[in-house]
C-alpha cells in the first residue's frame, strides 16, 4: 500500500476509533447496556487497528511517525486499556442480563467515564496530527494531556457529585496545562532556519531575524548587517538593452484589463486579460533573441506583474510584487528584457494578488525554438485552463480541430496555467514525451495508453509523426481537447494545410465523434506514466552522492498560523506561514539540496523561481529513467521529494506552492543569495 494509501486509511481509523470510545460512553449513560457492549467492541478492534495502522506507517518509513507514536498510540492505549479494565467486565454482564438493574448499572460513572475518556484521548490524537501539526513538541503534548484529563474530571464531576481525590487531580491537570502552555506559547528565542548552512556565520545575517513584523523579512534590512559584503540591490540585476550578436529583438506590447471574453461556443466570461484575449498573447521568440515586454497595465486595481515561469531570467525581471518591483498600478507600466536563452516551452503570468489573477486570465505562453531549425509540420502550443468554471484548450472551450497529412511531424505543447494538476492522454498514435518543463528528456521511448500527470504549472511536450487515423488529445479522462485528423495531401505539408482547418472546427468535431477508435473506448484506466522511470539515464553535472553546501527540508502540511498578520487556518511550510518562514540564504556557486516533504492531504506542485532543480530522489528511490530537470514538481500527499540546484542566478527568488489559493494561505517563502537586497518593501509577493 502506498504512503497516500495508509495516511487516509489511518485518518478513517483514528475518527472510528474516537466515534466508537465516546458513542459506547454515551451509550452506557443513556442506560443502553447492549448498545454500549456492542460499540465498546467496535471501540476494541479499531484501537487495534489504528496500532496497526501507525506501525504500518512507521513500516512505510512516513516520516512524521514518530509523533504518532510518541504522543497519539500512547495516549489511546493507555486510556483504551483503563477503559476495558475498569468498563469491560460490567459492561458485559449488564448486556447479558440486559435488566432494569443493569440499565442502571451501566449507567454509573465507573461505566462511562473510562469509555468517555478513551475517546477523548483519541480525539486528542486527532487534534494533534491535524490542529497542531509539524513540529510536534512536548509542550502541545503535555497540553493536549491536560486538556483530555480536565474533560474526563468535568464529565465524571457532572455526573456524580462524589469524585474521589478530584482536587489532588485537579491541580495536577492544572498544572499540565499551565506547565504546557507555557512551553507552547511562551517563544523559545531565535527562529532558525530549517537548513544547515554550511556557508558561515554570514548566512542568516541576509535574512532579517524571522520574527515579528514584515519590515523584518526584507532582505536590505539585514543585509545592513553584512558588514564589508559586497552587496547589490536586485533592481541592478537587470536584462541587457541589447541582444548578443546576432540575436534579434522581440518587442511585445501586452496591456492588462478587465473585458469580457468570448469562448469558440459563444459562451461569454468576464475576464482579467492581456490586450483583451484569455490567453494572452503567445510570445515566441528564437534562441539568442532579446525579449521586450512593454507591460500596461488599464484597469486592474490590484496591480498587475509578469513573471516568466520556468524561465531563468535575472531576478530584477522575475516579476515578483514587493520583492523585485512594484505592482504595476493602473496607467502604470514596466518594461521586461531578458535574453532567450533556454529553448522550448513556458509560460508567463502575473504574480500580483495570483491566485485570483491567474484563475481570471492573466497568462500566456512564451516558447522558444532552437536558433536556425526551420519551423516543420504541426507545431501547438496548448495551454488548459479552467474559465469560467469550463476547461479551455487555448480560448477554445470545444475540441479544437486541425488536419495534418500523413507523415507530419506533429509537436504538442502542454502547459498547465490552473492550480490543481491535470492529466492528459493521447490516442491514435504511438508517441515520445520529447520535453518536461521546457527541457529535453533523454532518449524518450514510445508511449501509448498511458495517463500523463501534469503538475500545476508544468508543461510536456508531446512529439509524434502524423499517422493516417486520427488522434486524439484529451484531458481528465472526459474533455476532448485538440482532434487531429490525416489529410489526404504531400506528407510535411501539415501546417499549411492545418491553417484553414480552424474556423469549421465546430462541424468538423460533430461529424468526427467516434472516428476515433483508440480514443472512444475509456481512458480512466490507462495507467499513470512515472517520469522517474521514464527515457535514458545521462550524466548529470551533481547527483545524490555530491556534496552539498546547502541542505534545506520544507516539511508542507496545513496548520494554525498567522499568515500576513492574519490568523489562518494556513498552508504551512515548517510549522509556519508565510512571511515568518525563514529565508532559505545561498551563496553565489553553492550546490543546494532541497527536501520537500507532504504531511497533509492536498498536492503541492512546489514551484522555485530562477532555478531549474534536478530530481534526486522521490519517496527514497533514485531516478532510474531520463535525468528529470524541473520548474515545478507534483509533491502528493506523503511524499518526499530530493531535488537540488547549483546556485547560479543571483537574486531573491520567491519559493513556493505553485497552487496559488495555497500560497495565498502562506505556503511561500524566500530564497535569497547573500548580499542580494531589495528597495521594496511590501512582503507582499503572491
Ligand atoms: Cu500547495
Redesign the pocket.
Known sequence: MTTDRLMALDLLVSVLTAAAWMSAGVAAAARRPRTAAALFAVALVASLARVWSVLALAGAGWWFVQEKITVALPLLVAAGAAATALAGPRLLRAARRADAASREAVKAPAVAVPLLGAGYAATAGIVQTFLIGYPADPGTALLLLAVAAGAVLGTWRAMSTHVPGLRTATAVTAVAAVLGGTLVFVPSGETTAEGSATGGTAAMAATGSGTGSHEHHSASEGSASLMGAETRPVTDLRGPAAPPPGGAVRRFELTARTATVTLSSGRKVPAWTFNGQVPGPPLTAVQGDLVEVRLRNADITSGVTLHWHGYDVPSGEDGVPGLTQEAVPPGGEFVYRFVAAQVGTYWYHTHEVSDLGVRMGLYGTLVVTPKGTAAEGLDLTLPVHTLGGVTVTGDRDQPLVRQAAPGTPVRLRLINTDNTPHRFTLAGTPYRLVAVDGTDLNGPGTLGRVGLRLAAGGRYDLAFTMPSDPVLLRVDDRTDSVRITPESGPPGDGAAAAKGAGASATADSAADSGAVPAADGQTAGWPELDLTRYGAPAPTPFTSRSRFDRNFTLV?DRGFALTNGRPAYA?TVNGAAFPDIPTEVVREGDLVRLTVVNRGR?????HLHGHRVLVLSRDGRSVTGSPLWLDTFDVQPGQVWEVAFRAANPGLWMNH???LS??DLG?MLHLAYEGVTTPFHGAHSG
Not at 492536498?602 to 512546489?606: F, I, M, N, R, S
Open positions: 508542507l498552508h492536498e498536492t503541492h506542485p512546489w506552492c505553485h497552487n495555497h500560497a505556503m
